[in-house]
């Protein structure tokens, strides 16, 4: 918050009106089932996007950051025509003064954005970055948007303006998160249930083991999965593979081709998982959550194949390690996974697994623990 401040002065010459901020987060299970109308189950993490920010008199929006040089400027009237990095923040603020119809009745913004959420891990840097702007602006701009609403233009945003065809997970638990509790999204339903974890009395943690390879959801696989599972919605006869009943699943999905039924089984099984998983946590049971998270695993590298090597070996070197479960985060192709384990063997868990996935001729992972954390909010109060 300290740095935003500062960077914010150092840009503008004059200090910041507030500064708000956005957390990352982790998706404890239900991966690509946003965008199928299932079921995800993340929590926001201790590792925050924070933007300072002023209204300004004219009609210029002016965007600097601490991880690339120079400041960005543009016309309130041009902010969709962003590009590059610039596209996330400004992007946020053309869907926002888009869907309030309020261009033509607002003031520019100087902004200036820090953050500690690492890029192209699967921690949504990008979605924390969008929620921390969508807060600010909203506040700066005294409009009436609801969170919800948020969700939908942070995504809007991503979408549109950043080419990422993603789903609204990462917003959701960007926006709608609380300190020491998991969110149980239900995309198909539209609901969000808030589900208690209990994690520090059960001396449990989730520890984060970035492969350090890197994914880009703008391009690749990600766009590819998204239109498999649109076909095979299709050859099913439903709007959304999520539709498909866990009972009678194979049956249902025997007539599709081979990639298409296990796209299919991820999306539907994976939603099960989840309910199974707000289930485990809300009987008492968050160790249960282990080998939800190992299936959770196994679906997304053999049914979804949205992993990579580096990641499978992670999983594998922490269960081996004595890990409860793990899995991938996030929407792949890269990135981390994520291990739940008992917080006095943590340390020895990290060291374990940096040490075989190394053996096994991967990059050196990077671990780190992240506690369940609240979302957007205004930092300087
Ligand atoms: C990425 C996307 F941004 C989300 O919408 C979601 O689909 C996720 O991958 C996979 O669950 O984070």
Same mark, same amino acid.
């Given at each position: ?12 010459? !004059? ?60 016309? +309130? ?62 506040? *700066? ?33 960007? *926006? ?8 149980? #999204? ?10 208690? *974890?209990? #994690? ?16 880009? !959801? ?34 249902? +999905? ?11 089984? !991820? ?94 001729? !991967? ?9 369940? @954390?609240?979302?957007? @909010?205004?930092?300087?109060?």
């Amino acid at each position: 918050m300290r740095d935003a401040a500062a960077g914010f002065l150092a840009a503008y010459g !004059h200090d910041a009106t507030g500064v708000w901020s956005a957390p990352g987060r982790v998706n404890l299970v239900g991966e690509h089932t946003d965008y199928n109308g299932g079921a995800s189950m993340p929590i926001a993490i201790d590792r925050r996007a924070v933007v300072a920010a002023s209204l300004r008199h004219d009609d210029l929006v002016r965007v600097g950051t601490a991880f690339a040089d120079g400041v960005v400027e543009v016309r +309130i009237a041009d902010l969709a025509d962003a590009t590059g990095w610039s596209a996330y923040p400004l992007g946020v603020l053309w869907a926002l003064l888009d869907a309030e119809g309020a261009a033509d009745r607002v003031r520019g913004l100087d902004l200036f954005i820090d953050s500690d959420v690492p890029v192209g891990v699967g921690v949504s840097s990008s979605a924390a970055l969008e929620a921390a702007v969508c807060v600010a602006a909203v506040e *700066l701009w005294a409009l009436d948007t609801t969170r919800e609403a948020m969700v939908v233009l942070c995504q809007r945003a991503e979408n549109v303006v950043a080419g990422a065809p993603t789903g609204t997970l990462d917003q959701s638990a960007a *926006l709608l998160s609380h300190a020491d509790a998991a969110l149980l #999204l239900d995309f198909g339903a539209g609901s969000v249930d808030v589900v208690p *974890l209990g #994690l520090d009395a059960a001396g449990l943690a989730v520890l984060v083991v970035d492969s350090t390879v890197r994914h880009d !959801h703008t391009t690749g696989g990600y766009g590819i999965r998204r239109r498999e599972c649109e076909e095979a919605a299709g050859l099913l006869g439903v709007a959304l593979l999520a539709e498909v009943p866990v009972d009678g699943l194979e049956d249902a +999905i025997a007539p599709l081709p081979d990639a298409l039924a296990r796209r299919a089984r !991820h999306i539907v099984t994976d939603t099960q998982r989840c309910l199974d998983a707000a289930e485990a946590v809300r009987s008492g049971r968050p160790r249960d959550l282990g080998p939800i998270l190992t299936a959770a695993h196994a679906s997304m590298r053999d049914d979804f194949e949205a992993s990579v090597p580096a990641v499978d070996a992670a999983v594998d070197a922490a269960i081996a390690a004595g890990a409860l479960g793990a899995r991938i985060t996030g929407g792949g192709f890269g990135g981390a996974c994520i291990a739940l384990v008992d917080v006095d063997r943590a340390d020895a868990i990290a060291a374990a697994v940096a040490e075989r996935v190394v053996a096994e001729g !991967h990059p050196e992972p990077v671990a780190f623990a992240v506690r369940a @954390s609240a979302g957007a @909010s205004r930092a300087d109060r």
